[in-house]
């Protein structure tokens, strides 16, 4: 996969800086408002197929991205900004994090 360096997509430049704080502020919303929420609040509409795992529980893979990638450029919303779930597994997995 090859990423465009010059991107002026504000979500892809918000996944080139999350961090292990951005994700576990996500998953804090998550646990505290739900996977309906965070769908609508990220513009995720299908269900998902991936998941991030974390101490037993498991979290939609590509909504729990968009929201730490919303934390970290402090995006209000996404309304579907393409980023493929490849970009996602692999900034997940540099963070340390289990995915399925």
């Known amino acids: 996969m090859t990423l465009n360096v010059d991107t002026k997509d504000p979500i892809e430049l918000a996944f080139r800086h999350l961090t292990r704080d951005h994700v576990d502020a ?7 408002h739900g996977e309906d929420w965070v769908q609508h609040k990220t513009g995720r509409r299908r ?14 893979l590509k909504a729990t991205g968009y929201l730490a990638a919303q934390i970290a450029g402090n995006i209000d919303r996404t309304d579907g900004s393409p980023v493929n779930v490849e970009r996602v597994i692999t900034c997940f ?3 340390g994090y289990e995915v399925t």
């Open 26 to 32: 996500a998953l804090a919303l998550i646990d505290r």
């Open 93 to 95: 997995c540099k963070l």
């Open 47 to 60: 269900k998902a197929t991936r998941y991030l795992n974390v101490q037993g529980r498991s979290y939609p």
